[in-house]
């Protein structure tokens, strides 16, 4: 995650995540990307099933009841395992989380854990009952998928009234005090809209968006040909800065990130060193105590059937399961070949990411991304629009 408003508009500062030792148990939310010791945010999938039919779905999901998802005895003997690891979020996305039946009360189990809980939802299911029991469980954010205006949303969900129902779902957490954002992933389709989706923001009182690069995974590997090309991926990065400060210059607080491209962080303090802002050195701290791409490291996904994963995008390639071991045995084991390597990755990668002087910022970018292009996970990741020029360390 690269906090466009943490670090182009101040809003935190290296002093922040120092004050509390860089402790992912001890750091606030808004600063648990800079931890030191980078125990893991769970993504959960915790169903398959799903009431939408997005065309970008990393787990194929569809509206149809699947077999293997763990019961509820299962889920909170997992959920004991990261407890007793030591992860400090828990993500429950699907599918739609909400279709699970138990979800209010697991919810509640990792919070007598000690785990912070966050929800990735369509939104379409979430009624003021819903938000009221979001609010009861201790839910610490309620992530909505909004990928564009009225007719891109309900084109890229598959359902006509997705958007309406989303919305809804918004209000009603907002409404109960439940913090609620917004999840947009940047595609051709759908890029011209976020103009509209920062005045959405803006209107509706909504505290925090994340934009997401596109992941080359599930159905969305069908949708290669949809990612934006270098010259618009750093225009619509800078068109993201450019709203975000805005924003902020009036009065608003939002907090705005980019998601799954550490070249929009490289991207960030080069264009601050262009504009001679004084904060530059501090974002650069920043950036490093962010260390850059997490999966394997700061970042795991659990399936529905119980399977570990290196991060939620990753899905052929597992792991082990949380059934036969638990979570902290299988992310700590030594002997797991991927995970070891991609804890220390800088000395295996190639071409354009092997040569960059900014490693140590963005650690490699996203490997998923460069094995689905070129079958190679230490491969260049396709998606880096950084030039060779900047990858050197120079200015463009």
Same mark, same amino acid.
């Given at each position: 995650?690269?906090?466009?408003?943490?670090?182009? +508009?101040?809003?935190?500062?290296?002093?922040?995540?120092?004050?509390?030792?860089?402790?992912?148990?001890?750091?606030?939310?808004?600063?648990?990307?800079?931890?030191?010791?980078?125990?893991?945010?769970?993504?959960?999938?915790?169903?398959?099933?799903? %009431?939408?039919? +997005?065309?970008?779905?990393?787990?194929?999901?569809?509206?149809?009841?699947?077999?293997?998802?763990?019961?509820?005895?299962?889920?909170?003997?997992?959920?004991?395992?990261?407890?007793?690891?030591?992860?400090?979020?828990?993500?429950?996305?699907?599918?739609?989380?909400?279709?699970?039946?138990?979800?209010?009360?697991?919810?509640?189990?990792?919070?007598?854990?000690?785990?912070?809980?966050?929800?990735?939802?369509? *939104?379409?299911?979430?009624?003021?009952?819903?938000?009221?029991?979001?609010?009861?469980?201790?839910?610490?954010?309620?992530?909505?998928?909004?990928?564009?205006?009225?007719?891109?949303?309900?084109?890229?969900?598959?359902?006509?009234?997705?958007?309406?129902?989303?919305?809804?779902?918004?209000?009603?957490?907002?409404?109960?005090?439940?913090?609620?954002?917004?999840?947009?992933?940047?595609?051709?389709?759908?890029?011209?809209?976020?103009?509209?989706?920062?005045?959405?923001?803006?209107?509706?009182?909504?505290?925090?968006? +994340?934009?997401?690069?596109?992941?080359?995974?599930?159905?969305?590997?069908?949708?290669?040909?949809?990612?934006?090309?270098?010259?618009?991926?750093?225009?619509?990065?800078?068109?993201?800065?450019?709203?975000?400060?805005?924003?902020?210059?009036?009065?608003?607080?939002?907090?705005?990130?980019?998601?799954?491209?550490?070249?929009? *962080?490289?991207?960030?303090?080069?264009?601050?060193?262009?504009?001679?802002?004084?904060?530059?050195?501090?974002?650069?701290?920043?950036?490093?105590? %962010? *260390?850059?791409?997490?999966?394997?490291?700061?970042?795991?996904?659990?399936?529905?059937?119980?399977?570990?994963?290196?991060?939620?995008?990753?899905?052929?390639?597992?792991?082990?399961?949380?059934?036969?071991?638990?979570?902290?045995?299988?992310?700590?084991?030594?002997?797991?070949?991927?995970?070891?390597?991609?804890?220390?990755?800088?000395?295996?990668?190639?071409?354009?990411?092997?040569?960059?002087?900014?490693?140590?910022?963005?650690?490699?970018?996203?490997?998923?991304?460069?094995?689905?292009?070129?079958?190679?996970?230490?491969?260049?990741?396709?998606?880096?629009?950084?030039?060779?020029?900047?990858?050197?360390?120079?200015?463009?």
């Amino acid at each position: 995650m690269i906090g466009i408003s943490k670090l182009y +508009c101040g809003t935190v500062e290296p002093s922040d995540a120092l004050r509390y030792g860089r402790d992912s148990k001890r750091l606030p939310s808004h600063l648990l990307q800079f931890s030191s010791d980078k125990k893991p945010v769970v993504v959960w999938n915790c169903t398959q099933r799903c %009431n939408l039919r +997005c065309v970008h779905c990393y787990s194929h999901s569809q509206d149809q009841q699947y077999t293997g998802e763990m019961t509820t005895p299962e889920a909170m003997r997992f959920i004991d395992g990261l407890g007793d690891f030591g992860v400090p979020v828990l993500l429950f996305s699907g599918g739609e989380p909400l279709l699970r039946r138990d979800l209010f009360e697991l919810i509640g189990y990792a919070r007598i854990k000690g785990i912070r809980t966050v929800v990735s939802t369509n *939104g379409t299911l979430i009624t003021k009952e819903h938000a009221a029991r979001c609010a009861d469980a201790g839910l610490s954010y309620v992530g909505v998928s909004l990928d564009g205006l009225e007719k891109v949303h309900d084109r890229f969900r598959g359902v006509v009234g997705s958007f309406d129902r989303a919305l809804a779902g918004i209000r009603a957490c907002r409404d109960v005090g439940v913090k609620v954002g917004l999840r947009f992933t940047i595609n051709k389709g759908n890029v011209d809209d976020i103009p509209g989706i920062f005045t959405l923001l803006e209107t509706e009182s909504i505290p925090r968006i +994340c934009f997401y690069h596109l992941v080359y995974t599930g159905r969305a590997a069908e949708l290669i040909d949809q990612d934006l090309d270098p010259v618009r991926a750093r225009e619509t990065v800078d068109l993201i800065i450019n709203a975000t400060a805005d924003l902020h210059q009036r009065g608003s607080a939002a907090e705005v990130l980019t998601v799954d491209n550490h070249a929009d *962080g490289v991207h960030l303090y080069l264009r601050l060193l262009r504009e001679k802002s004084p904060r530059a050195a501090a974002v650069l701290e920043l950036l490093r105590m %962010n *260390g850059g791409n997490s999966s394997g490291v700061g970042i795991s996904a659990v399936s529905w059937d119980g399977s570990v994963y290196p991060d939620q995008f990753w899905r052929h390639y597992t792991v082990g399961n949380v059934r036969e071991r638990p979570f902290g045995e299988l992310w700590s084991d030594p002997a797991e070949p991927l995970l070891v390597k991609l804890r220390d990755r800088k000395a295996f990668l190639k071409g354009k990411c092997g040569r960059c002087v900014w490693q140590d910022i963005c650690n490699g970018n996203f490997r998923v991304r460069a094995e689905a292009v070129y079958n190679d996970v230490w491969a260049e990741d396709p998606a880096c629009y950084l030039t060779e020029k900047e990858i050197s360390g120079g200015e463009e």
